[in-house]
């Protein structure tokens, strides 16, 4: 049975992805072509008479309809070919094949560093509610999540690249290259995007412990005479997994936003970068690649996070 | 300071470290980095750069940003002098034997780093590709150029349609970047990301919005050059964090830095300053052809509102010139009687309404950029107009969005608060914002007498000659206040300690030809 529903819920994801996909996109490139400015007046370059940016126009297929111009995007991603940026014709694939390692890198790290810290903070606070380290493990997590993480990055950058020398400040290295590298750079940006995800996963593992912790059935088992630890651990957070990967899922899905900022306070060339950089001058391949990369990230992450739903809870179909 | 740059700096503290550890030899003898031996051969330079290139075919490009890294890779057929922008020989050598003819003599035996000769077929083909290719963005700065012949094995002649003595300055920009003629047939019309020139580096990757690398090019024309191995651009828009990677040691350079960054550069004993005047002129565009601009007395009187050494003290730390004209006072063609044409004068500014009939102040529609220097400009400059009684309304956006609502069709907004990043020749500059048809001229209208005076200033080849017909060109600009001028930015640069040899340039867009690693 497990199997068969199983099936069933990657196909029905699958084939609701479709839509979005062609949607976001869509939205996408009428916003980018809603908004003022030409990309034909910056490919001009800098003398351009008006003739010289109608004649780019024409070259660059601009001047053609646009659902036309939409359609043809679209006819090659289904050929498989994410075209061209038109302002440095690097193809669009190749970008976000090196971009998005960065941005994945900081990402995953920012999330196990939101782990390894809020877990343990939510369980404490959680099993000693209303003492004073219950009072000041909230007081720290309302502070991470109003910190805002640029601010942070450049305090961090500070205090551990220019004057202590420890990390670097700005750049990245691809894993291939040098692991230790790639974590030494990448360990600064993502102790800035984890501090609002740490403080997220100890609130909500708080709440959830709480309720849980004083519900009939942790009543039955303390009377049965387990030992406060083995119900906290063993039965507690068991219980809470689904709330904890909900949060999971979601931060991930925000961290990835998130890290625009970061990667340019820290001049990561990521998946951020190469989209507002696009976006400015409009850039329309180049955006529309990295809005169908994201998008079919986030929709493959809410497919595991089902999938792994129906692990922890068989319920839930 | 004879050399038109200050440098401010002190022993650093990585000095110091590193002389603990006896790594510093160079340094270990106490003397200033001037007074070491010649510049030392070696070392890849690791540079923070501002923006990623537009392309790196110097025909197809489209951003002023891309030049300081296209002249590591292209040799330029004329080059110029550092603080006046003078035109002197590069690749060649040229002169006019009569008004519409001019003839280059080639540097014998360059090569370009395929191992191809760099002799008079390859310029003729560069020239050619640059004035007709389809994709060519510089066909404006070639248009008196009638046929390009090659009338020796190292010598091709010119022929012009009209005398044009601002070629040699043309040729010193993108128009005289020689790139190798065989790899451009081989790459078709792919020719953005593979570029083969003659210039002092080759070319060795191209990451967007990452990085830019070049190394040695072995066989340069040049004895002895170039200094350095290699350089590796790494592009950092974002100018604090650029900043930041040279004060960790990450880099040992960043250039074209915003000024408001100078107190922190100035905080780090590890770093050298390097600020210097350029030609990029922060100013007032103005759509003359229409009410209430069309009115000369409201251009006159925007101009005496002014404050411009207050714009500078406020927006750019002091770090800058007031522009009375849109030639800074060091540049060859720079007139000084015309900068006294406009003292601050809000009282003037009032009358001058009065007589255009706006008794109680005009209101102008402007447009501005949204970017945090822009922002600071915009309210600096609304509160010293208004004191004259111009009322702004602004308009905020991005470059080149609200650019192209200004000079393109849309034809928004009276006047525009934007900056001319300047060009090698100053004809071109006047040609491309004032001329009748022209771009940066958002009205299009221009008075005969200045287009007369615009073509008579590419006529004569002797420069104190063009420098009268300049001294013209600005008084007419600036007496009927076709633009307002309001502060030339300077260069700013921070260089790591053992970054030597670098050389601000008035254009404002840094050769590393110079520099060395100590």
């Known amino acids: ?317 | 300071m004879t050399d038109g740059n200050f440098t401010i700096g002190g022993p650093s503290r990585r000095d110091i470290l590193l002389l603990a550890g006896g790594v510093a030899l160079a340094s270990a003898t106490g003397l200033p980095a001037s007074a070491q031996e010649a510049a030392k051969k070696g070392g890849i330079l690791k540079v923070a750069a501002p923006a990623n290139p537009s392309s790196l075919d110097p025909a197809t490009g489209g951003s002023g940003a891309d030049h300081s890294l296209l002249w590591t890779i292209y040799d330029t057929l004329v080059e110029w002098d550092y603080e006046t922008l003078k035109p002197k020989p590069g690749l060649a050598k040229w002169s006019y034997p009569d008004p519409k003819t001019m003839v280059l003599d080639i540097e014998k035996g360059v090569k370009f780093h395929d191992g191809t000769d760099l002799v008079a077929e390859a310029v003729k083909f560069n020239l050619e590709r640059n004035r007709q290719d389809e994709r060519s963005n510089i066909k404006a700065d070639l248009t008196s150029v009638a046929a390009v012949d090659v009338t020796g094995p190292l010598q091709v002649t010119l022929r012009l349609k009209n005398p044009d003595t601002a070629l040699p300055a043309i040729l010193s920009d993108r128009a005289g970047m020689m790139a190798s003629p065989a790899n451009l047939k081989t790459l078709g019309a792919d020719t953005n990301r593979k570029p083969v020139g003659a210039g002092p580096w080759k070319f060795v990757s191209w990451a967007d919005n990452e990085s830019v690398v070049v190394t040695r090019n072995d066989s340069y024309w040049r004895p002895g050059r170039p200094y350095l191995d290699g350089i590796e651009f790494a592009i950092i828009p974002e100018s604090a964090t650029a900043l930041r990677s040279v004060t960790s040691g990450e880099k040992d350079m960043a250039f074209s830095l915003p000024a408001r960054l100078k107190p922190v550069i100035d905080r780090s004993k590890q770093l050298r300053m390097i600020a210097a005047p350029t030609l990029y002129c922060v100013q007032l565009y103005f759509n003359y052809a229409r009410a209430p601009l069309d009115n000369v007395k409201v251009r006159q009187a925007i101009n005496f509102a002014l404050d411009r050494d207050g714009f500078v003290k406020a927006t750019m730390g002091g770090l800058g010139e007031a522009a009375t004209m849109t030639l800074p006072s060091t540049h060859w063609a720079y007139d000084k009687s015309v900068s006294t044409l406009y003292p601050h004068d809000p009282d003037r500014a009032r009358k001058l309404l009065a007589e255009a009939g706006f008794k109680d102040g005009i209101e102008i529609t402007m447009g501005g950029y949204n970017d945090q220097d822009s922002v600071q400009r915009s309210e600096v400059l609304q509160a010293q107009l208004g004191q004259g009684g111009i009322r702004l309304k602004f308009t905020r956006g991005t470059i080149p969005e609200i650019s192209a609502q200004f000079f393109a069709t849309e034809k928004k907004f009276d006047a525009l608060l934007s900056a001319w990043t300047g060009r090698p020749d100053p004809s071109m500059t006047y040609a491309l914002g004032f001329d009748k048809g022209a771009y940066y001229n958002a009205g299009r209208e221009c008075d005969p007498e200045l287009s007369k005076l615009i073509q008579q200033s590419r006529e004569s080849e002797n420069l104190t000659e063009r420098a009268a017909v300049f001294a013209r060109i600005q008084r007419f600009v600036m007496e009927n206040a076709l633009s307002a001028p309001i502060a030339f930015q300077y260069e700013l640069d921070a260089l790591a300690q053992k970054a030597e040899g670098y050389k601000a340039d008035l254009l404002g867009k840094p050769k590393f030809e110079n520099m060395s690693l100590g």
């Open chain 1, 1 to 317: 049975m497990l199997r068969s529903s199983k099936g069933h819920v990657i196909v029905r994801r699958l084939i609701q992805a479709v839509p979005v996909i062609v949607l976001a996109t869509f939205i996408v490139f009428a916003l980018l072509k809603l908004v003022p400015g030409d990309i034909a007046v910056t490919l001009a370059g800098d003398n351009a008479s008006d003739a010289r940016v109608a004649e780019i126009r024409h070259l660059y297929g601009l001047d053609r309809p646009f659902l036309v111009q939409y359609g043809a995007w679209l006819w090659k991603v289904l050929h498989g070919d994410l075209s061209t940026s038109l302002l440095s014709s690097e193809a669009v694939l190749t970008s976000i094949a090196r971009c998005f390692p960065h941005t994945l890198l900081i990402v995953v790290l920012a999330m196990v560093m939101a782990l390894a810290v809020g877990i343990p903070l939510g369980v404490a606070a959680a099993s000693r509610e209303g003492s004073w380290l219950d009072d000041a493990i909230m007081t720290v997590a309302s502070l991470g999540v109003a910190v805002p993480n640029f601010w942070l990055g450049m305090l961090l950058v500070a205090l551990f690249a220019l004057d202590l020398n420890w990390l670097p400040a700005t750049g990245a290295v691809p894993l291939g290259e040098s692991v230790g590298g790639a974590l030494s750079h990448a360990i600064l940006p993502a102790c800035a995007l984890a501090a609002g995800g740490v403080a997220e996963v100890t609130r909500q593992l708080r709440s959830s412990l709480v309720e849980i912790l004083s519900s009939q059935q942790v009543r039955t088992l303390h009377a049965k005479g387990l030992s406060p630890s083995a119900i906290l651990w063993r039965h507690g957070l068991k219980n809470v997994s689904v709330n904890l990967l909900t949060v999971i899922s979601l931060l991930f899905n925000r961290l990835l936003a998130a890290t625009v900022v970061v990667e340019a306070v820290f001049a990561i060339p990521g998946m951020g970068s190469l989209i507002v950089n696009a976006a400015i001058h409009r850039d329309f391949p180049v955006v529309q690649g990295v809005v169908f990369a994201m998008v079919l990230i986030v929709v493959a992450l809410n497919l595991v996070t089902d999938i792994l739903y129906n692990v922890l809870d068989p319920r839930i179909a």
